[in-house]
């Protein structure tokens, strides 16, 4: 019996920046609701090529255990951890 169930949920956005914020949004406001929400799992990808993703959330390790990077993709700034749930 399957445990876990993965929601695809086709949403369009006019470009690929529109595009992951979008999903950062979306994101941040289903962990709101207790939904179990695996930030750094979540892509985009162009409607007509959908096998080629693009991340959203950096989701890098960081040191000492402080978990992983809730900032962009490409940000430019020093990686931030995500809050505690």
Known sequence: MTSRWVIHLP????????????ARTAARVLMRFSARVEPGGVTVSAEDQQDVRHWVFCDRLL??????????????????????R
């Open 11 to 22: 949403v369009t956005a006019a470009d690929l920046m529109r595009a992951r914020i979008l």
């Open 63 to 84: 040191p000492e255990g402080r978990g992983r990077c809730v900032l962009a993709v490409d940000h430019t700034s020093r990686c931030r951890p995500r809050p505690p």
